[in-house]
T-cell receptor, first 112, second 116 residues
């Protein structure tokens, strides 16, 4: 069974601070996605990383895929209240189309 | 709105009743996935369907749960004789092709089932 562990589970910070959340697994994934979910809404795709060591930037968000394609991190610079939400990582395998494995998420609260 | 459409958004059922959740994928998408999310947890895969075919139902409970994606109309997730443990948010996602090649899923806003 493939598992993705996310840490921390909960994170509460002040506006302007930086933060990093982690997504770790003992399994290798063909690709890894990060989603953001707000209360009462569905997850919204933020990024996909495919290549080991890959780094992608989306404005103040930086995503990194581990060299071995088993782990990933999301770094947010100068967090804003609008960043508040549940951040989910999900791993996918080419051989199991659509059967993504999700972590339990990191709930981020950014206080003004 | 060209995104994944789910209805109802909220559904309340008493124990023993049936729940039917509907999902219309993004126009042009032929692959549909159902996931379940319990409070404070991530999403758990249930089933993957293409038009008129169930491709992978390894995440579906063996009893009371069924899913279909007919040639015409939305995909339907059906839960018979609901129990309190079925209370959860059920999300549908779609993709234009084999999502596993990219892993990217486009989710609807979910159907929240409450069993009294």
């Amino acid at each position: 069974t493939q598992l993705l562990e996310q840490s921390p589970q909960f994170l509460s910070i002040q506006e302007g601070e930086n933060l990093t959340v982690y997504c770790n697994s003992s399994s290798v994934f063909s690709s890894l996605q990060w989603y953001r979910q707000e209360p009462g809404e569905g997850p919204v795709l933020l990024v996909t990383v495919v290549t080991g060591g890959e780094v992608k930037k989306l404005k103040r968000l930086t995503f990194q895929f581990g060299d071995a394609r088993k782990d990933s991190s999301l770094h947010i610079t100068a967090a804003q209240p609008g960043d508040t939400g549940l951040y989910l990582c999900a791993g996918a395998q080419n051989t199991n189309a659509g059967k993504s494995t999700f972590g339990d998420g990191t709930t981020l609260t950014v206080k003004p | 709105n060209a995104g994944v459409m789910q209805n109802p958004r909220h559904l309340v059922r008493r124990r023993g009743q049936e729940a039917r959740l509907r999902c219309s994928p993004v126009k042009g998408h032929s692959h549909v996935y159902w996931y379940r999310q319990l409070p404070e947890e991530g999403l758990k895969f249930m089933v993957y369907l293409q038009k008129e075919n169930i491709i992978d139902e390894s995440g579906m409970p063996k009893e009371r749960f069924s899913a279909e994606f007919p040639k015409e109309g939305p995909s339907i997730l059906r839960i018979q004789q609901v129990v309190r443990g079925d209370s959860a948010a059920y999300f549908c996602a779609s993709s234009p092709g084999l999502a596993g090649l990219s892993g990217e899923l486009f989710f609807g806003e979910g159907s929240r089932l409450t069993v009294l």
